[in-house]
């Protein structure tokens, strides 16, 4: 998807089209999705987790970088099912090989962004996400995406798909996945800081 938005003005076009739009209402976007899709008797939550990333990564206001040669196969094109499970329900959870939103969210407020997002603000946004039901996801999802991207974080849009795909189901342990790995960046982050003080958005140790 980032190589068709990147190459297509046309595709990456049709893609947008689809933003925060339920299923039914973008039939521009089935020439680009429906080939990615797992099988033909995808369960519906799954579907709208690969038109949702492929939106979201057409909404970005510049190409996302290129993915490094050993990661292209799994970050230019969607993630994939196994061929051989249920087509009447999706695998458990995919196992979590790739970059968490929660740690996207912790780079966001780390030296390697430009205009820095606060603590405070990086941690109310992702609450937020972490409590939405499937629906509010799909709705607060994008501009927060969006939002991360202009700061110029990089988002795993294959490790998304995966927690999207399985949020109806496992939310609560993808959201605490999200959480740790954001706590756990910046509780490293403020250690390697000499000039960091106590956050007064976090807690004293005992």
């Known amino acids: 998807m980032q190589h068709l938005c990147a190459q297509d003005p046309g595709a990456r076009a049709a893609l947008r089209s689809g933003l925060r739009k339920d299923l039914d209402a973008v039939p521009r976007m089935h020439r680009f999705i429906a080939p990615y899709l797992p099988q033909d008797r995808t369960p519906l939550e799954v579907q709208q987790a690969y038109y949702a990333i492929a939106s979201m990564i057409a909404a970005q206001p510049r190409p996302a970088p290129p993915a490094s040669p050993a990661a292209t196969d799994e970050q230019d094109t969607p993630a994939r099912s196994d061929p051989g499970a249920s087509a009447a329900e999706p695998p458990a959870v995919l196992p979590e090989r790739g970059t968490s939103l929660g740690a996207a969210f912790a780079a966001a407020v780390g030296p390697g962004s430009e205009g820095r997002m606060r603590p405070g603000t990086a941690e109310s946004r992702l609450n937020l996400l972490t409590r939405q039901s499937l629906p509010g996801l799909h709705r607060h999802l ?15 849009f294959t490790q998304l798909l995966s927690d999207l795909a399985h949020w109806h189901r496992h939310s609560g342990r993808i959201a605490r996945r999200w959480l740790q790995d954001y706590y756990r960046i910046r509780a490293r982050a403020d250690r390697a800081d000499p000039d960091t003080l106590t956050a007064p958005d976090q807690p004293t140790a005992p």
């Not at 994008?142 to 795993?156: C, K």
């Open 142 to 156: 994008p501009a927060a995406v969006t939002h991360l991207r202009s700061l110029d974080v990089p988002v795993d």
